[in-house]
């Protein structure tokens, strides 16, 4: 089973609530430098914005050199204690949603906690869940 | 205390002059009892600006500053406050802009930035943490504002946050305004002004090293109920896809609407230019401020000679001083000039009252087609808007003189245009005619900034207890006075409470577990009355002889009745707009005259003011 936070492709409006969240969740801080979710403005034109998640495709977990990305509770998480901080995983993400922050050694990966989620004002986020039938 | 919480705890102070660049620390005591954005504006710029000093000159400052809770996770923690002596006015100057730009300020350590002295030639700033640049602008003169802020993120990074002036803060417009976020402006007294004269094209700020509060996991929980206590309002999804721009017809209705300079309050057409125009017809994209919920920004887009052309609005401002002031009636005329006075750098408010001045003076004779190339300009006419709109920016022909303002215009106008001239203490009023509402007049007259509407929103008030009653007024006013401001100091935005009803002593939930400093919200009410009172000592510090005489209404609302609408054939008397002054100055301490007493001063810890009670002796 895979479990993993969505973004629809409309209606963020750009407010970081979820990376607020995500960084108060995961790391204990109010910074949003520290989230592992990404939000990208396309303006003047055509004046949108895009909400970069992990879709748990599991690529980071095939090239952690130190099998430190394992399965837990259906998405892949970052085990602190064996993860070296190498970067491997940051620079073969296909979506570019690890995030590396000078103050830490260990990338910042969503795990589908789903805690931003009931944040969204604009209902962009969601968590979905797959069965493996 | 040892560490402060809530902060980034530092200030960065540039001198343009001579290149260079210091860290200092933010003092205990100044987080104490100026709680910080508007407060630390207020006690940085009486400090440190010279009585004398000239607004343009190298001894103003220019101030960015953050509050406590500005960057943190409550609903709207967005706000940065600007602040300088302003050009507008030659009196205390600030405004207040959303956005990312106060987290970002946050996160890169600092509440406050000092911009001083001149650069030799046009620059701009780079923030990033610690790092600290002053570089070449030239190749950004004349480039408007969304064209500088594409330019910057493509040469700095998309994650950089940038304030920017366009070609009208450039050229030292009076009324040009700061903007941030591709529509977001610190519009008001003239900031962008001031970062023309210092020859500063823009701000760019990345911080990535956080700040610290006194305790996450409480600040998690206190900013969880907010948030869900605003998702269970009913105006959370009844205001919030209208914005500011859904009060046009509300105004319209009590006849408060500007209207042909502020002829009358009522403007035919307002359906075609509220905010259900705006949904319907122009609306792309709700854009929010950093940590908002009910995002007010309504990213819109209007097709101009076949091609599209975006703009962040119109909010309700621009709809009144454009739409109703100008009597321009489609929401997509009203989008276009938005679109145009953003990039150009100029102040929507003060724009749209300057061109309506003009459109009067053409329609009065005083200003003749002679005057501006032959032309015949006329209210409700797009073109007509346009074209001052772009000559004021350039500072060319008839647009050197509006560029001044409508009190300066007036002045070297004469042939009594100064009766058109709707401003006080020569800050062009807002959207709002007050000429049948005691309080909102009162607002105005006594704003600190000049006639600005935020300080002191009180049209509801005059609404719901009777327009023309003089009793309890102004008690009202000084208590939103205190209120509004407040938000400003926290650094967050006030529309949770204002547009869905949250109640703002809620905020005092969360300032402690960000803070660790348990302060009741009636403290800190105190403290922003500190701060009125220190803003007024400002104008007496720098304006000899300031006192009742700049706190008068412009004529035309005592002495002219409304000419349609609800409110035809009334206006407030001059003898009421001085019985609200009377008990305004009573109930705030200050003499007859306006002036802070002895007594009032000291109560609220400004000694160090007194000396200017005796400079104020007119």
């Not at chain 2, 967005?78 to 405004?95: F, I, N, Q």
């Not at chain 2, 053409?362 to 015949?376: F, S």
């Amino acid at each position: 089973m895979t479990t993993r936070l969505t973004a629809a492709a409309e209606g963020c409006s750009g407010c970081r609530v979820c990376q607020l969240v995500c960084a108060l969740t995961h790391v204990q801080e109010n910074n949003v430098k520290k989230a592992a979710i990404g939000i990208r403005g396309y303006f003047p034109a055509p004046g949108r914005y895009e909400v970069e998640v992990c879709d748990q495709c599991g690529q980071c977990a095939t090239v952690c050199p130190e099998e430190a990305i394992v399965l837990q509770d259906g998405a892949w998480t970052i085990d602190s204690d064996r993860c070296s901080g190498c970067g491997v995983c940051v620079d073969s993400c296909p979506r570019g949603v690890i995030f590396r922050h000078p103050d830490r050694a260990v990338p910042v990966k969503c795990d589908a906690c789903g805690e931003c989620v009931p944040f969204c004002s604009r209902g962009v986020l969601a968590i979905q869940k797959e069965g493996d039938t | 205390m040892s560490e402060l919480h809530g902060y980034g705890g530092r200030i960065l102070r540039v001198d343009l002059t001579r290149g260079t660049h210091r860290i200092e620390p933010v003092e205990p005591r100044l987080a104490e009892d100026y709680v910080g954005g508007r407060g630390f504006v207020a006690r940085v710029l009486y400090d440190e600006i010279p009585p004398g000093a000239d607004p343009l000159g190298p001894e103003n400052k220019l101030l960015m500053a953050a509050g406590p809770l500005s960057g943190t996770f409550l609903p709207c923690a967005s706000k940065a406050h600007l602040g300088a002596k302003s050009p507008a006015t030659g009196g205390y100057g600030d405004a207040n802009v959303g956005g990312h730009l106060a987290m970002e300020m946050k996160h890169a350590g600092y509440d406050l930035l000092i911009i001083e002295g001149q650069a030799d030639r046009l620059s701009y700033l780079v923030v990033d943490d610690d790092q600290v640049a002053i570089r070449d602008a030239e190749a950004l003169r004349g480039k408007g504002s969304i064209a500088t802020e594409t330019e910057l993120k493509r040469v700095l990074g998309d994650d950089f946050q940038i304030a920017t002036i366009g070609p009208a803060g450039e050229r030292l417009v009076k009324f040009a305004c700061i903007t941030h976020d591709f529509g977001r402006q610190a519009g008001r007294a003239g900031m962008a002004t001031v970062m023309g004269a210092k020859r500063l094209k823009a701000i760019a700020i990345r911080g990535s090293r956080g700040f610290p509060v006194a305790d996450p996991e409480g600040v998690l929980a206190a900013g969880r109920a907010m948030f869900e206590t605003i998702f269970g309002l009913p105006g959370f999804k009844d205001w919030t896809p209208y914005g500011t721009a859904g009060v046009t017809d509300w105004v319209n209705k009590v006849g408060a609407f500007p209207t042909r300079n502020f002829q009358t309050g009522f403007f035919e057409a307002h359906a075609e230019i509220g905010g259900k125009a705006l949904r319907d017809r122009i609306h792309i994209l709700d854009k929010g401020c950093f940590g908002c919920p009910i995002p007010c920004g309504k990213y819109s887009r209007v097709i101009v000679d076949g091609e599209p052309v975006y703009v962040e609005g119109p909010e309700y401002e621009t709809v009144a001083m454009i739409g109703g002031d100008c009597c321009l009636d489609s929401i997509e005329a009203v989008a276009h000039v938005n679109a145009v006075m953003d990039d150009l750098g100029l102040d929507t408010i003060s724009g749209g009252n300057v061109i309506a001045f003009a459109l009067e003076c053409a329609e009065k004779g005083i200003i003749t087609p002679a005057d501006v190339d032959g032309r015949e300009l006329k209210f409700g006419d797009l073109d007509s808007v346009l074209w001052l709109t772009r000559r004021i920016a350039a500072r060319e022909g008839i647009g050197d003189l509006l560029a001044e303002g409508v009190r300066e215009a007036a002045a070297q106008l004469g042939k009594g245009s100064d009766r058109f001239a709707i401003h006080v203490k020569g800050l062009e009023v807002s959207g709002y005619d007050p000429r049948y509402a005691a309080a909102m007049a009162l607002a105005y007259m006594t704003c600190d900034v000049g006639a600005h509407h935020n300080r002191a929103w009180a049209i509801t008030h005059d609404v719901a207890v009777g327009r023309d009653r003089v009793e309890g007024k102004a008690a009202r006013v000084i208590e939103l006075q205190h209120l509004r401001p407040l938000f400003d100091m926290l650094g967050v935005c006030r529309f949770p409470w204002v547009e869905v009803e949250f109640e703002p002593s809620r905020y005092a939930e969360i300032y402690r577990p960000v803070t660790g400093q348990d302060r009741s919200w009636e403290e800190l009410l105190r403290c922003s009355e500190r701060v009125w009172n220190l803003t007024r000592m400002f104008w007496m510090r720098h304006l000899p002889g300031f006192g009742r005489q700049a706190d008068q209404a412009p004529p035309r609302w005592y002495q002219e009745p409304a000419t349609s609408g609800p409110t035809a054939g009334k206006n407030l008397s001059r003898e009421t707009l001085e019985a609200l002054l009377d008990d305004y100055y009573r109930l705030r301490g200050w003499d007859a005259n306006g002036r802070p007493t002895r007594d009032t001063l000291k109560a609220l810890g400004l000694d160090f003011t007194l000396a200017d009670l005796e400079r104020g002796v007119g």
